[in-house]
């Protein structure tokens, strides 16, 4: 098992360029999340999702798009980057057993730079 | 708002004494769990403690849950320099959401 893959670990954007970072879990988990890391604020919910096909709004949403076609894959889109999207970012992924949500495992991250 | 505050945000001691870290969280939970991360690293998963449960035990950690309080506590003991990290609680609020508290940055000094 790989656990939870994150690419890219580094990336330097231009204001108004596009990216997506890529999420993947092979554990099988139905929950997935994204965060940010900034100095200062811990770390925030950007988006979520509880199985395939469904998405919902973290605490920090704006500028950023999710989509949830497989239970693998949880990609994480900037469709016009600014200064303050600079940050780390983590996914996360966990399973829901018996009605109770399990461990999370995570990603080792990804730091964006946009410049 | 973050589901979980956590105090101190910044612990210095020595090495060998003991270190704890609190975590409050505003609504009910299924499950609360600690992770550890390493400046500049990824996140490691501590322990995790069930709602039915008020304490759990492993190796130098020590973590308790009061649900009528909603609070968290986790004991490091006899702490070593490595244990220098910050320290995170992390809950689903009642919406579903995984949400992290603000952290504790914990510095143990040789």
């Known amino acids: 098992n790989a656990g939870v893959t994150q690419t890219p670990k580094f990336q330097v954007l231009k204001t108004g360029q596009s990216m997506t970072l890529q999420c993947a879990q092979d554990m099988n988990h139905e929950y997935m999340s994204w965060y940010r890391q900034d100095p200062g604020m811990g770390l925030r919910l950007i988006h979520y999702?509880?199985?395939?096909?469904?998405?919902d709004q973290g605490e920090v949403p704006n500028g950023y798009n999710v989509s949830r076609s497989t239970t693998e894959d949880f990609p994480l889109r900037l469709l016009s980057a600014a200064p303050s999207q600079t940050s780390v970012y983590f996914c996360a992924s966990s399973s829901l057993l018996q009605g109770v949500k399990t461990e999370a495992f995570f990603g080792q991250g990804t730091r964006l730079t946009v410049v | 708002s973050q589901q979980g505050e956590e105090d101190p945000q910044a612990l210095s001691i020595q090495e060998g004494e003991n270190a704890t870290m609190n975590c409050s969280y505003k609504t009910s939970i299924n499950n609360l769990q600690w992770y550890r991360q390493n400046s500049g690293r990824g996140l490691v998963h501590l322990i995790l403690i069930r709602s039915n449960e008020r304490e759990k035990h492993s190796g130098r950690l020590r973590v308790t849950l009061d649900t009528s309080k909603k609070s968290s506590s986790l004991l490091i003991t006899a702490s070593r320099a490595a244990d220098t990290a910050s320290y995170f609680c992390l809950s689903y609020n009642q919406g579903g959401k995984l949400i992290f508290g603000q952290g504790t940055e914990l510095s143990v000094k040789p």
């Open positions: 999702s509880v199985g395939a096909g469904i998405t």
